[in-house]
Each structure stands twice: as C-alpha cells, then as structure tokens.
C-alpha cells in the first residue's frame, strides 16, 4: 500500500506541475533558459579567471545582455514550439546551433564596444555549459512526461526479446519503451561480430541462450526481413520446445502506410515458417500466355483467383473469368481491373462449367488459346453427402471443358486435381480422380491427331496437397477457434497433410502449361507432410497464447481430437503407382500414371450421365468403383445406400 500511494503521490506531482496551460509552460521555460544562460556565462568566467571578484566585475554588463539576445533568438528560432515528449538528438543539434550563435553574437558585442566580459576562453566555456545545461533540462522534461504516461499503464509489464539486432530493431524497441507496457530484455542475434555487444544498453545474446533466460521473458518478436528463413525455422522450434510465443513486427511497407503501427505485433506467417523457398521461378517467362487468350474456370476461387493474378503478369491479350457464384465473380473482375495496366480485355462469365453449350460458345466467341480449370467442389465432408450433385460439377465441368477445348482447338487445357485423388477414400477424391482419367483419355486421343500431324490440343494435370488459406483450409478455421479462445479441434493427433502456399500452388499450375507434353500429371516435391497437430500448436504460441494440456493446465487453448471424419485418411499421396520422372525444374516432376483407354471410358461416362439423370445413386457409385477399384467407399455412402 506504501508504494501505490507514494507512486500515486509522485504521479499527482508531476501532473500538477505539468497542467499548465501553453502560455504558461513557455514562460516557465523562458525563466528556466535565463537562468541558464546567467549561470553559463557566471560559472565559465568562475572556471576561467578563478576569483569572484574579477566574475562579477566582467559579468554584470555580459549576463543581462545575454539574456535579451538569447531568449529572443530562442523564440524567432521556434525553440518553445517543440512538443517535449518527442524531443531527440535533433532538437540536441539545433539548440547547440541556437547557443553558438548567441555566443557569437556576444562575443562580437563584447568586443565591439569593449565591454569588460569574458575572454574567447570564457565563451568558448559558456557555449558548452549552455548547450549542456539547456539540452539536458529538455530531456529531463521529456522523460517526465513519458513517466507519467507509464503510470497509466498496467503495472506488470510484458518481457520482451527482439530476433534481429538492426536499426529497425532499436526503433521497435524504443517505440515499445515509450509504449510504457514492455520491458526489452534482450536482444538476440547469431551474427558472431554483434553478441555480447549492446543496443540502448541491451545485451545481444546468441540464439542458443534462449534456452537460459527462457524464464525471464513472456514474448519473442521478430524483427529483420533478412534473416535467413532456415534459421528462422530452427529459432522457431526452439521457442516452440520451450513454450514462448513468438510474434513479428509489422514491414516498414505497412508501418509507412499506415496499415500498422510501429509497437503493433502480430502472429507469424505461417507460411512463412513452416515452408521451404519457393520451388518456382518468379521470373519465369510464359511465352505461350503472352498476347494470348485465356479461360479461367473457378476463378473467383483461392486457386483461381491467384492464377489470375499471375496470368496477368505474363500479358494475355484477354483473360476469361468463368465462374458459378456472382458475387466471386464480380469480386475477382474488380480486383483484376484494378491491377490490370495495359490493354487486357477482362471477360467476365457467370455460369455452370459442365454446361457445354455455354462453354462451348465461350471458347469459341473468345478465341481461346489456353485454359486452366479450377472449377470443383472439394469440401470432403459436403460432397461426401451429395454424391450426385458433386458428380456433375466435379466429372462433367471436366468432361465438358475437355470436349468444347477439343473441338475448338483450344492450345492447351491444365486441369487441377488434388492428391486426395491418389487411392481415394473420400468421394472428392474419387470425383477428382476420375477427372483425371477424364483428361487422360483425351490427351491419348489427342496424341493420336498429332503423330497423324493435326492440329490437337494439349492435356495436362496437375495435382498437389493442401493449400494455405485457401477456402476449406484449416488455417482459417484455426484462427477463428483461436480468436474465440478456443479450443481447436482436430479430427486425429497422428493425421498429416501436404502443404504448400497458394502462390506456389498458382505457379505450379502456369508452369506446367510449359512443361506439359500431353497427358502429364505434375506434382509438386512438397518436402515431409505435416503433423496437423503440430501446426495447431505452431499457430497457438505465434498467436501469442501457450497450449492448454495436460503438462501446461493453465495455457491458453485447447486441442481438442474429434475423430476421423466420413472418408477422411489419416494421411494423403502424390503418387498412384510411385513412379515419378524429373523435369527441367528439380522440384517439380511428371508422374507416370494408369489410365483407361477412351473407347473404354466413353461409354461408362454416357452411362453415368444416365444414372445421374434418373438420381441412381447406387449405381453410379457401382459404376466409379470399377473405374477406380482403389477407392475406398465410406461409412458415411454405404448408408446412404441402404436407405
């Protein structure tokens, strides 16, 4: 209790004194800068001439003509209209050049009129005792203010260490200083020139120190944009195993923007982190897009619309944008003419993809050089529960695309599958596979038109895993969970996925165009799968808050496991039969894939169509399974047959 009211005290004090109004504040400021200038004059002739006598003999006509030159030229010089609490090492050089030009003005008086003042040593003194003396109070007055304002924070502050000893990381730690509610414990860098040395008076410690003073801080923020992103990862690990929470500092970009402030701390990327570089070349060139005409299908989707964003950067001559929802659509039509410079003829198509007549007349009014359909239902568990529904998006958007590129001699169609296609055990995946043998069977018939020497169009796939922030991702349902506290739920401690980001995943697909030679299924070398768990744990200590679990009961969130889902597998493949061969990118490879003979599918395909027409659930499901004999029929199906 003795310390709050004496704080309280201290605080009462200081606000009374600095309640003064403007006008008030200034005249203080000029009595305290008179009494300045008298006192710098007085003490440099006490140090020079050492007698009292010869002091006050050479100052009385000196001090007072100090005094009416100095405060003058401290107001024409706008030294009373700097806000105290901001005051740096600028307003330090400033009011030095103030003083030096009132001792000048002095000492040229002084020997003008042969005044009986100091000698040149004595102003020379004053100068450095007035520049001292001023710039000091100014300070003090600063760091008042600034004290005062921490006394409205929260007493218990937040302990923090900063990754990256930079210039950048001096002006964060002092904006979390002034911000009163963060104490900089250290800072912590591997370069090996820099530790053990300071910043502000903050030791520069090693990555591997961590682990020592792991009880001393609350948070860890990173801070350069250069630092190696491999050892990032590791740092990140390392806090991980030791539960700190890790967030990063707002780029310069936004803080200049005013998108973020400089002292506003945020969760990591998270594709940031858990990724290798990019295995795609951002410079690439494709020239077959170039002053082209391109279809888009899904384009308002997380893939489609990021195809779009790089499309354009290649200069189609125009961009087809097709897609089933309105309000996608419209979005991705305004976002595109916004980034659009040039001449691009933008064409927006509201409509079902497995209509062929409207496909059909699309491609052919627009002249359509090369698609890339990304139209598809892929939420596991909706389309496991609409069978029918999920089979005439899913199949026959591919088969009427297919069939409408094919007729109208479109360049090049690269069709997006998914690795849940590989030895399915969810419907999405079946509907997706035999998409891809959808696609297969026309490129085999289209191989036949070209060792004939036709014209033919050119058929390619491209599959990989699950994608960061795309819609249906658990990114963005983890988020949420944690942004309501919690908990996070997961389907199996032990299940894994591929990931990979939605601009890698973009890239992937407008390279293949490159790459495909004719019934191609790329994929991308996605490094280990990861556990879902760890990365639920990743986002929580990124987020700031620690795990609730059986070793930490008092953490933040929860995971919570709610079992596998209808046709959900614990883990997914790139691969159908493990055969993979390299292309002229290293991390990228065209898989050596089965496939069914056009004159064998076609007539299964006719006799779907049927099915689906007459709602004959059992017997499409009959039919796909011996088209794909690997699939494995879930619970969830088998008892929407015996209804």
Same mark, same amino acid.
């Given at each position: 209790?003795?310390?709050?009211?004496?704080?309280?005290?201290?605080?009462?004090?200081?606000?009374?004194?600095?309640?003064?109004?403007?006008?008030?504040?200034?005249?203080?400021?000029?009595?305290?800068?008179?009494?300045?200038?008298?006192?710098?004059?007085?003490?440099?002739?006490?140090?020079?001439?050492?007698?009292?006598?010869?002091?006050?003999?050479?100052?009385?006509?000196?001090?007072?003509?100090?005094?009416?030159?100095?405060?003058?030229?401290?107001?024409?010089?706008?030294?009373?209209?700097?806000?105290?609490?901001?005051?740096?090492?600028?307003?330090?050089?400033?009011?030095?050049?103030?003083?030096?030009?009132?001792?000048?003005?002095?000492?040229?008086?002084?020997?003008?009129?042969?005044?009986?003042?100091?000698?040149?040593?004595?102003?020379?003194?004053?100068?450095?005792?007035?520049?001292?003396?001023?710039?000091?109070?100014?300070?003090?007055?600063?760091?008042?203010?600034?004290?005062?304002?921490?006394?409205?924070?929260?007493?218990?502050?937040?302990?923090?260490?900063?990754?990256?000893?930079?210039?950048?990381?001096?002006?964060?730690?002092?904006?979390?200083?002034?911000?009163?509610?963060?104490?900089?414990?250290?800072?912590?860098?591997?370069?090996?020139?820099?530790?053990?040395?300071?910043?502000?008076?903050?030791?520069?410690?090693?990555?591997?120190?961590?682990?020592?003073? /792991?009880?001393?801080?609350?948070?860890?923020?990173?801070?350069?944009?250069?630092?190696?992103?491999?050892?990032?990862?590791?740092?990140?690990?390392?806090?991980?195993?030791?539960?700190?929470?890790?967030?990063?500092?707002?780029?310069?970009?936004?803080?200049?923007?005013? =998108?973020?402030?400089?002292?506003?701390? %945020?969760?990591?990327?998270?594709?940031?982190?858990?990724?290798?570089?990019?295995?795609?070349?951002?410079?690439?060139?494709?020239?077959?897009?170039?002053?082209?005409?391109?279809?888009?299908?899904?384009?308002?989707?997380?893939?489609?619309?990021?195809?779009?964003?790089?499309?354009?950067?290649? /200069?189609?001559?125009?961009?087809?944008?097709?897609?089933?929802?309105?309000?996608?659509?419209? %979005?991705?039509?305004?976002?595109?003419?916004?980034?659009?410079?040039?001449?691009?003829?933008?064409?927006?198509?509201?409509?079902?993809?497995?209509?062929?007549?409207?496909?059909?007349?699309?491609?052919?009014?627009?002249?359509?050089?090369?698609?890339?359909?990304?139209?598809?239902?892929?939420?596991?568990?909706?389309?496991?529960?609409?069978?029918?529904?999920?089979?005439?998006?899913?199949?026959?958007?591919?088969?009427?695309?297919?069939?409408?590129?094919?007729?109208?001699?479109?360049? =090049?169609?690269?069709?997006?599958?998914?690795?849940?296609?590989?030895?399915?055990?969810?419907?999405?995946?079946?509907?997706?596979?035999?998409?891809?043998?959808?696609?297969?069977?026309?490129?085999?018939?289209?191989?036949?038109?070209?060792?004939?020497?036709?014209?033919?169009?050119?058929?390619?796939?491209?599959?990989?895993?699950?994608?960061?922030?795309?819609?249906?991702?658990?990114?963005?349902?983890? /988020?949420?969970?944690?942004?309501?506290?919690?908990?996070?739920?997961?389907?199996?401690?032990?299940?894994?996925?591929?990931?990979?980001?939605?601009?890698?995943?973009?890239?992937?697909?407008?390279?293949?165009?490159?790459?495909? %030679?004719?019934?191609?299924?790329?994929?991308?070398?996605?490094?280990?799968?990861?556990?879902?768990?760890?990365?639920?744990?990743?986002?929580?200590?990124?987020?700031?808050?620690?795990?609730?679990?059986?070793?930490?009961?008092?953490?933040?969130?929860?995971?919570?496991?709610?079992?596998?889902?209808?046709?959900? =597998?614990?883990?997914?493949?790139?691969?159908?039969?493990?055969?993979?061969?390299?292309?002229?990118?290293?991390?990228?490879?065209?898989? /050596?894939?089965?496939?069914?003979?056009?004159?064998?599918?076609?007539?299964?395909?006719?006799?779907?169509?049927?099915?689906?027409?007459?709602?004959?659930?059992?017997?499409?499901?009959?039919?796909? %399974?011996?088209?794909?004999?690997?699939?494995?029929?879930?619970?969830?199906?088998?008892?929407?047959?015996?209804?």
């Amino acid at each position: 209790m003795k310390n709050i009211d004496k704080k309280n005290l201290i605080k009462n004090i200081l606000n009374n004194v600095l309640s003064l109004n403007t006008k008030s504040r200034r005249l203080v400021l000029i009595f305290i800068d008179s009494f300045l200038i008298s006192f710098s004059l007085w003490i440099s002739c006490l140090l020079i001439e050492n007698s009292h006598k010869i002091v006050l003999t050479n100052s009385y006509l000196i001090i007072p003509l100090g005094i009416t030159i100095g405060i003058p030229i401290y107001i024409l010089t706008n030294h009373y209209k700097g806000v105290t609490r901001y005051e740096g090492s600028a307003s330090l050089y400033k009011l030095s050049g103030r003083n030096l030009l009132l001792i000048i003005i002095l000492a040229f008086l002084s020997n003008l009129f042969q005044l009986k003042g100091p000698n040149q040593y004595c102003f020379f003194i004053s100068w450095l005792i007035l520049t001292y003396t001023t710039g000091s109070i100014r300070f003090v007055f600063r760091d008042t203010f600034n004290l005062i304002s921490r006394f409205d924070k929260v007493d218990k502050k937040t302990r923090i260490a900063i990754y990256g000893a930079s210039n950048r990381s001096a002006e964060i730690a002092n904006a979390l200083i002034w911000n009163g509610q963060y104490e900089i414990i250290t800072f912590i860098d591997d370069t090996k020139n820099l530790i053990g040395l300071t910043i502000k008076g903050i030791k520069i410690l090693s990555s591997n120190d961590i682990v020592n003073i /792991k009880d001393k801080i609350d948070k860890v923020l990173l801070s350069s944009e250069d630092i190696n992103k491999k050892q990032t990862i590791k740092f990140i690990n390392k806090l991980k195993k030791n539960n700190i929470a890790v967030l990063k500092i707002p780029s310069v970009e936004d803080i200049l923007s005013g =998108k973020s402030r400089i002292d506003e701390l %945020k969760p990591i990327n998270i594709s940031d982190l858990l990724f290798r570089n990019s295995a795609l070349d951002d410079k690439r060139t494709v020239s077959e897009i170039t002053d082209s005409s391109v279809l888009i299908t899904g384009a308002g989707g997380s893939i489609g619309s990021e195809i779009c964003r790089q499309v354009i950067e290649a /200069k189609p001559r125009k961009i087809v944008v097709f897609d089933q929802s309105e309000f996608n659509l419209y %979005k991705q039509e305004m976002e595109l003419k916004e980034a659009v410079k040039g001449d691009l003829e933008i064409i927006p198509i509201l409509g079902d993809a497995a209509n062929f007549n409207l496909m059909n007349n699309t491609i052919r009014e627009n002249n359509i050089n090369t698609i890339f359909h990304a139209a598809a239902y892929k939420h596991v568990p909706l389309v496991e529960t609409n069978i029918l529904t999920s089979i005439y998006n899913n199949v026959f958007s591919t088969y009427s695309i297919c069939t409408a590129a094919r007729d109208n001699n479109v360049q =090049k169609l690269i069709s997006i599958s998914t690795d849940k296609a590989v030895r399915p055990s969810n419907f999405m995946g079946a509907s997706k596979r035999l998409s891809e043998l959808i696609v297969q069977a026309f490129a085999e018939e289209e191989e036949i038109k070209r060792n004939q020497g036709k014209s033919y169009t050119n058929f390619a796939m491209v599959r990989f895993g699950n994608v960061l922030n795309s819609s249906g991702s658990v990114i963005p349902l983890f /988020k949420k969970q944690i942004m309501k506290g919690g908990p996070i739920t997961i389907t199996h401690r032990d299940i894994t996925r591929f990931f990979m980001t939605i601009r890698e995943a973009a890239s992937l697909v407008i390279e293949a165009s490159e790459l495909a %030679k004719g019934g191609d299924v790329f994929i991308l070398d996605m490094s280990k799968p990861i556990k879902i768990k760890k990365l639920a744990e990743k986002m929580i200590t990124q987020s700031g808050l620690t795990v609730k679990d059986d070793k930490n009961p008092y953490g933040d969130i929860e995971i919570k496991e709610t079992g596998l889902r209808p046709g959900e =597998k614990l883990y997914e493949e790139l691969l159908i039969d493990e055969q993979s061969l390299p292309t002229k990118n290293k991390l990228i490879f065209r898989a /050596k894939e089965k496939s069914i003979k056009a004159s064998i599918l076609w007539p299964k395909i006719n006799e779907l169509r049927f099915m689906i027409n007459n709602y004959d659930l059992a017997g499409a499901i009959k039919l796909i %399974k011996s088209l794909i004999p690997e699939w494995t029929i879930s619970e969830t199906i088998k008892r929407q047959l015996n209804e």
